[in-house]
């Protein structure tokens, strides 16, 4: 048999976090065994359903890499389908309409509530008489009124409930919309579902869900309820945390393949390893392995395996998504050196992307002044000499690599007789305008001869107004 597996989100808010972590099992599960992977949306919430938040899906999902085999399928035009099932429960005595006011539903629940037991719906129209005209029905679900439903939930085990605990659920409202319980077993089941893999905060509908099954005469699926995710204080993973939609991410600088390892580990582990690529969560990923704890969320281990991805994916992918940030920034690309070599030069002082495109703006756009402190500290007269001496080394350099752009710094520290710093952090400041930058070589290399002439140019300029207010002072 094929595995198939669906992420069915409703489109009312990016996708965040908790549902990321769904859609990546789901997948995984489909891929670790050769299946397919369908995406539905389900959308019949009208009022809460929007365009732009079906698009933060579909931008998450392609973002992340989740590719789906089928679909996007939307339930809002399947709505048909849904009142032909529903005709078919009605005529087979499974469904019956019910005319029940609201008035009489909230007297019955306070009623309930008073007395101490759970509302629910005491099954009045279940055998009506005759049918008021004037009041439009909801469709309720016969449910079996004795019995026990189980399930063998793979994170959670045995699951078994009695039917006196269920009540008559609505699978249509008086304008024939129809309702989540109802609808997501009618996909599943055209869709030939076999793995339903979702949120443990669906696990209470299973057990309806599963009667809808029976009453269609169909075999219910094998489910999954997947664990919550919890902020790092432990309470439910909110916006506080800075839990947003998986775009936020994305914009905040991280690479997919980081938010990606760091999702399957949310619930998700193998011994003890906690770095892995794509291939490997395909081939090791099972889904009998989820704990059934919640997780929490970390984002120093986002960070940390953020950093990881940076250094060591292929330059070029990196680039790619550096590009993104750049664009963001408004800084451009074209003007300073090939992504690739940013990339090489700054992952390892950086956490995310965002950092690297603005620690990397000095590269591509001439800085606008010194920074104060900074030429205080180091643009002195004492600069200037070894500040001449680099610059008459660098405009004679014809090789600007790493190499040669170090052996001059030495050089010139070797023949005035200063210690490396005293040459490099001038330089970094005329460079930069700032103290801060990668190593002075590489920093050179990144600068290229143009802006690093230009820069040595300014800082000089700098030095010699200082000496002549000095001299005036
Ligand atoms: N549309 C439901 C949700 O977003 C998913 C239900 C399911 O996976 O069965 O919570």
């Not at 009142?83 to 499974?94: F, G, H, S, T, Y």
């Not at 005319?99 to 007297?107: D, G, Q």
């Not at 979702?198 to 699926?221: K, S």
């Not at 704990?291 to 969320?297: P, S």
Request: glycine share 6%; charged share 25%.
């Amino acid at each position: 048999m094929t595995i198939r597996t669906r992420f069915a989100p409703s489109p009312t808010g990016f996708l965040h976090v908790g549902g990321a972590r769904t859609a990546l099992f789901c997948w995984l599960h489909a891929r670790a065994n050769r299946g397919a992977f369908i995406l539905r949306i389900e959308d019949t919430d009208l009022e809460r359903s929007t365009p732009e938040s079906v698009q933060a899906i579909l931008d998450g999902m392609d973002w992340l890499g989740l590719d789906c085999d089928e679909g996007p399928f939307y339930q809002t035009q399947r709505f048909e389908r849904y009142a032909e099932v529903a005709d078919r429960l009605l005529n087979e005595d499974k469904a019956y309409l019910c005319y029940c006011s609201r008035e009489r539903l909230e007297k019955l629940r306070k009623r309930q509530m008073d007395a101490g037991i759970k509302p629910r719906y005491d099954g009045k129209c279940r055998h009506l008489e005759s049918t008021p005209e004037d009041i439009k029905p909801v469709v309720r679900f016969s449910n079996p009124k004795i019995g026990m439903v189980s399930f063998n939930d793979l994170v959670r085990g045995r699951i078994s409930i009695s039917n006196t605990e269920l009540d008559d659920l609505v699978i249509a409202r008086p304008d024939g919309s129809p309702t989540y319980n109802f609808t997501v077993v009618i996909d599943d089941m055209d869709m030939q579902i076999t793995h339903v893999i979702r949120g443990d905060d669906h696990i209470n509908n299973t057990p309806r869900q599963i009667n809808i099954y029976q009453a269609l005469g169909a075999e219910a699926p094998v489910f999954a309820h997947v664990p919550m995710i919890l902020g790092s204080d432990g309470a439910r993973l909110s916006k506080r945390h800075g839990a947003v939609g998986v775009m936020q991410y994305r914009n905040d600088g991280y690479l997919p393949q980081a938010v990606l390892n760091y999702l399957v580990r949310l619930g998700w582990s193998h011994g003890d390893q906690e770095v892995f690529s794509r291939d490997e969560m395909v081939s090791l990923f099972s889904i009998e392995d989820v704990n059934r704890k919640a997780a929490a969320f970390e984002t120093d281990k986002l960070d940390w395996l953020n950093q990881h991805y940076m250094k060591v994916l292929p330059t070029a992918e990196v680039a790619d998504h550096l590009a993104w940030q750049f664009a963001d920034q408004g800084i451009n690309p074209e003007a300073g050196p090939a992504l690739e070599n940013v990339v090489s030069v700054q992952a390892e002082r950086v956490k995310t992307l965002r950092d690297m495109a603005v620690q990397s703006r000095v590269f591509f756009e001439d800085y606008v002044e010194f920074d104060p402190a900074s030429a205080k500290k180091h643009l002195r007269l004492v600069a200037e000499h070894p500040l001449e001496s680099v610059l008459a080394k660098l405009e004679a350099l014809e090789d600007w690599s790493v190499e040669p752009l170090h052996q001059v710094i030495d050089d010139v520290a070797t023949e005035l007789d200063l210690g490396m710093g005293k040459v490099a952090q001038p330089l970094r400041v005329a460079l930069t305008g700032s103290g801060v930058s990668p190593s002075i070589d590489k920093t050179l290399w990144l600068m290229g001869k143009r802006r690093s002439l230009d820069g040595i140019g300014r800082a000089l300029k700098f030095i010699q107004a200082r000496r002549s207010e000095n001299v005036q002072g």
